[in-house]
């Protein structure tokens, strides 16, 4: 066969297979499309793509660099030219043409002061003139900044698309708000557990360190050891969250200083199954359970009795649980503490209860089991796999010389 019709051939096949590659290339980019969904579908999905990706920088106390990498996803979102986020009294972030910042920062403060959206034409620029609109952002009551969107043309979409984005930044601060007074009321309330702790507990702690100090100086420095390791723990500054073992060898420190004021009277039973000991919990959730149990379980019974501490592994829980064998609790009582009354003298109880819901949904709250003179049993249950928490990651605070002890 001559060479050029060999030649001739051998391009024929390989245009037939670059014809067969194309086809397939095409047919998957048509199936492709059609998976994707009609064209305002994908708009609808591209959009909320970059919600969620703006949504994470604009929660919580926002930062220059949250302020700019929200800008970006916003002015995708507007397809604006430029885009600025101008929050009072805060970060001033520019995406697109940074020459622009003082004509924006001066829309918004028009915006913020008026409460409605301006819309400026011909905005001086340095390679000429660009149309505007700012719309103010309102969380509640007080306006709060402003988005500033520049185009060539604006028109009425622009200015009502700049609007609803403006209102949804809006939602997206007040979320934030909440969420740093819900951090601001754990703190407050790990505070009150602390406040409760400290005028009962220490001044009894320090009567019997001082009780000893004459007739058992070892027994009496080895109290003062105890009460610091507590005390350590107890009032440490960091740390929403700790362990199982951790609370525990801080309950062992409590119970040894309550021991040496009620001798013989205060018995306890341990059952600690090995497993959960890293299970992360929020920081004093059981020691205020063991504390309520002595306090007003055991310490009025005459000839005193035995606190049952326990810990299980149920699967996908930790489920640990604080039982005493002393006088109890009207369970119209427990009810009304739980449900949000006034805590009276079980403030631990209620305190405990409202964080483990906050934390981990009403499902997680504490369960009571009581009646007048039957002792009372206080069940809590954990998750074990908690996403963000490991005991690893938590800040287990100044352990000092808890370190190295044994759990109880």
Known sequence: ?????????????????????????????????????????????????????????????????????????LRAMLGADTLALVMAGGPVAVDGDETLVSAAERLADEAVASGRA??????????????AVAAPIRAGDEVVGAVVAFAPRVRAGLVRATGEVAEWVAA?????????????????????????????????????????INTDPAKARELVL?????????????????????????????????????GDRLKVTLQIAPEVLSTVIPFLSIQPLVENAVRHGLEAKEGGGRITI????????????????????????????????????HVGLRNVDAR?????????????????????????RVPKSQPGRSAASVD?????????????
């Open 396 to 408: 287990l605070g100044a352990r000092g010389e808890a370190d190295g002890r044994l759990v109880p």
């Open 118 to 131: 301006q819309v400026e034409r011909r905005v001086p620029a340095p390679w000429g003139e660009t149309d």
């Open 226 to 262: 105890e009460f610091a390791d507590f005390t350590r723990y107890s009032f440490r500054r960091h740390g929403d969250f700790t362990t199982v073992a951790e609370e525990l060898r801080s309950i062992d420190s409590y119970l040894k200083l309550e021991r040496a004021r009620f």
């Open 172 to 212: 997206q601060v007040e979320l934030g708000e909440l969420d740093a007074s819900r951090a601001a009321l754990a703190e407050l309330e790990v505070r009150a557990l602390r406040a409760q702790i400290s005028p009962h507990f220490i001044y009894n702690s320090l009567n019997a360190i001082a009780s000893f």
């Open 1 to 73: 066969m001559p060479e050029s019709t060999l030649l001739a051939a051998a391009a024929g096949v390989v245009a037939g297979a670059l014809a067969v590659g194309l086809v397939v290339l095409l047919r998957r980019l048509v199936v492709q499309s059609r998976e994707l969904g009609t064209d305002a579908e994908q708009a609808t999905y591209q959009t909320l793509h970059l919600a969620s990706r703006a949504a994470k920088h604009l929660s919580g106390d926002m930062t220059e660099t949250d302020a700019a990498r929200a800008a970006k996803q």
């Open 356 to 380: 483990l819901r906050q934390v981990y949904g009403d499902e997680h709250g504490l369960v009571v089991e009581t009646n007048v003179g039957a002792g009372t049993l206080v069940r809590m």
């Open 310 to 345: 326990t810990a299980e592994d149920r699967g996908a829980d930790a489920e640990i649980t604080v039982e005493d064998d002393g006088v109890g609790i009207d369970p119209a009582v427990a009810a009304e503490v739980l449900a949000g009354g006034t805590p009276g003298e």
